[in-house]
T-cell receptor, first 114, second 112 residues
């Protein structure tokens, strides 16, 4: 089966600019996650979707980050305006409903804010 | 604050040796535990998961869980240079959800 697709792979922007990341999960996977991984740290959950509804966005900095999942498939994560501390890899993961076997990550988008 | 702690390493072992990676967690209600391997510049990939106390073996990998002591470990037998990576421990601290808290990872170096 095809994996989780993410784009772009790399992005460099100046602070205060905006940026968007795209994720296409594995076909049939109802649950989708966005994680932020800062260099040297473990991934941190930003937002969890189930189908097109938000399950948990408690750690999403809502003053600058937004995410949507239209039609319960693709998802976009946006940052506006970006700060230097947003430099990280943004990982998308997906999972079938009620599967306890961990989930599959995409290849990630490496964001550098200068 | 629910926490998952790992020694950042690097842990260096000679080729063919057993590598032992440890993880402790703070929430006694945690129910499922995962080990991910992450090569430099790549995304994490799942290698093991464990729910019950005791050992679970899969090839050269063994996951060990002790809920009373709140630790989970990963043993890699016959370590190979290709095992050199960062190993992330992830804990599901919210029963009924699939959200994980990740540790910061332990960097493993297998020396040829």
């Amino acid at each position: 089966e095809a994996g989780v697709a993410q784009s772009p792979r790399y992005k460099i922007i100046e602070k205060r600019q905006s940026v968007a990341f795209w994720c296409n999960p594995i076909s049939g996977h109802a649950t989708l996650y966005w994680y932020q991984q800062i260099l040297g740290q473990g991934p941190k959950l930003l937002i969890q979707f189930q189908n097109n509804g938000v399950v948990d966005d408690s750690q999403l900095p809502k003053d600058r980050f937004s995410a949507e999942r239209l039609k319960g498939v693709d998802s976009t994560l946006k940052i506006q305006p970006a700060k230097l501390e947003d430099s990280a890899v943004y990982l998308c993961a997906s999972q079938e409903i009620d599967r306890y076997y961990g989930y599959t990550f995409g290849s990630g988008t490496r964001l550098t804010v200068v | 604050q629910k926490e998952v702690e790992q020694n950042s390493g690097p842990l260096s072992v000679p080729e063919g040796a057993i590598a032992s990676l440890n993880c402790t967690y703070s929430d006694r209600g945690s129910q499922s535990f995962f080990w991910y391997r992450q090569y430099s510049g790549k995304s994490p990939e799942l290698i093991m998961f464990i729910y019950s106390n005791g050992d679970k073996e899969d090839g050269r990998f063994t996951a060990q869980l002790n809920k009373a002591s709140q630790y989970v470990s990963l043993l890699i037998r016959d370590s190979q240079p290709s095992d050199s990576a960062t190993y992330l421990c992830a804990v599901n601290t919210s029963p009924g959800t699939y959200k994980y808290i990740f540790g910061t990872g332990t960097r493993l170096k297998v020396l040829a």
